[in-house]
């Protein structure tokens, strides 16, 4: 199950299954938005992007579904496996002038895969 | 073969010193970025520097001051060291375009301030 609380909200699955990761973002100029998953001790690591022209968009074993209707995305994970077991964060892209951007960050959900 | 390094990983301080963090992508990217995560896992950029001009500049206090001797080096130099500055610290850069493309990050640099 979610829960959200005081901690960083955490999602709880049985390895095999699949496993969805919601984010709600702030800017309707957002163009771009990128997922990451981050480790112990690392860095975020880049998953998977979806750009605002499309709303679907499939890599391995992950699928990114972005609604700029209601400023959602989601990350689904099939076949969830232990590896999996993170923090994932979704990202915005806001551009400005130059060719600029920046990334603003969400809150951040750990995913805990249980045997 | 490290894409985005950041050293040193771990910095363990007294309160008032001052500290520098450095950074070197070999990715050949133009922009780099440093970021702060705090204690509840909240990611916040702090600077964004292109080609070594600065671009972003979130409202950070001036006792932090980034360089960008190069493009391929951003790094953080940190005056007065204050409790509330303990956090991870985070490199990354990515390549400037007409697309937009993901910012690679480093493995991040954990201070701690005493």
């Known amino acids: 199950g979610e829960s959200v609380g005081l901690h960083l909200p955490t999602l709880s699955v049985q390895e095999g299954d699949n496993s969805i990761i919601n984010c709600a973002y702030s800017?309707?100029?957002?163009?771009?938005f990128i997922w990451y998953k981050q480790e112990s001790g690392k860095g975020p690591q880049f998953i998977i992007d979806i750009r605002s022209n499309m709303d679907k968009r499939q890599g391995q074993r992950v699928t990114v579904l972005l609604n700029k209707t209601v400023k959602h995305l989601s990350l689904q994970i099939a076949a969830t496996q232990p590896g999996d077991s993170a923090v994932y964060f979704c990202?915005?892209?806001?551009?400005?002038?130059?060719?600029?951007?920046?990334?603003?960050f969400g809150a951040g959900t750990r995913l805990a895969v249980h045997p | 073969d490290t894409a985005v390094s950041q050293t040193p990983k771990y910095l363990v301080t007294q309160m008032g010193n001052d500290k520098s963090i450095k950074c070197e992508q070999n990715?050949?990217?133009?922009?780099m970025y440093w970021y702060k995560q705090d204690s509840k896992k909240f990611l916040k950029i702090m600077f964004s520097y292109n080609n070594k001009e600065l671009i972003i500049n979130e409202t950070v206090p001036n006792r932090f001051s980034p360089k960008s001797p190069d493009k391929a080096h951003l790094n953080l130099h940190i005056n007065s060291l204050e409790l509330g500055d303990s956090a991870v610290y985070f490199c990354?850069?990515?390549?400037?375009?007409?697309?937009?493309?993901?910012?690679?990050f480093g493995d991040g640099t954990r201070l701690s301030i005493l």
């Open positions: 990202a915005e892209n806001v551009s400005f002038s130059g060719g600029y951007n920046k990334l603003i």
């Open positions: 800017n309707s100029a957002s163009d771009y």
């Open positions: 990715l050949g990217h133009d922009t």
């Open positions: 990354a850069s990515s390549q400037r375009g007409t697309l937009n493309q993901p910012q690679h």
